[in-house]
């Protein structure tokens, strides 16, 4: 059998619609398995923990937890923290797009 008949073969069209159908459904549902995955490996890894830090913090009510980030060395750690983020994520990102460029 010739090569160029095999790529001939390959091109043709699907005479059934049900066929391709069929084909398109694995495709799909591995899709859809991927986007859960990465929906609760988010929600375990990001959004659980936040919960957990943010119902410690309010767990005494909304006035000692604003009272508590008026503290002069909280609004300090603060912005220490926001500090270092703004050099820490520029840096990432310069070395990471030029680790994926390499």
């Known amino acids: 059998m010739a090569a ?14 049900l066929e391709s159908a ?8 591995g ?3 991927l986007i859960g995955v ?8 990001l959004v659980l923990p936040l ?7 309010l ?3 909304v006035a000692a937890f604003l009272e508590a980030i008026q503290n002069p060395d909280a609004v300090l ?6 500090k270092i983020a703004a050099v820490a994520v520029p840096l990432n ?3 990471g797009v030029t680790a994926a460029c390499r």
């Open 93 to 95: 990102l310069v070395f």
């Open 77 to 82: 750690a603060i912005l220490l923290t926001l």
């Open 51 to 57: 919960l957990v830090v943010f119902s410690g913090a």
């Open 22 to 29: 069929a084909a398109r459904v694995p495709g799909q549902l």
């Open 4 to 17: 160029g008949s095999v790529i001939a073969k390959a091109e043709e069209p699907l005479r059934d619609g």
């Open 59 to 61: 767990s005494k009510g």
């Open 31 to 33: 899709r859809a398995a």
């Open 38 to 45: 990465a929906l609760a490996y988010v929600g375990a890894f």
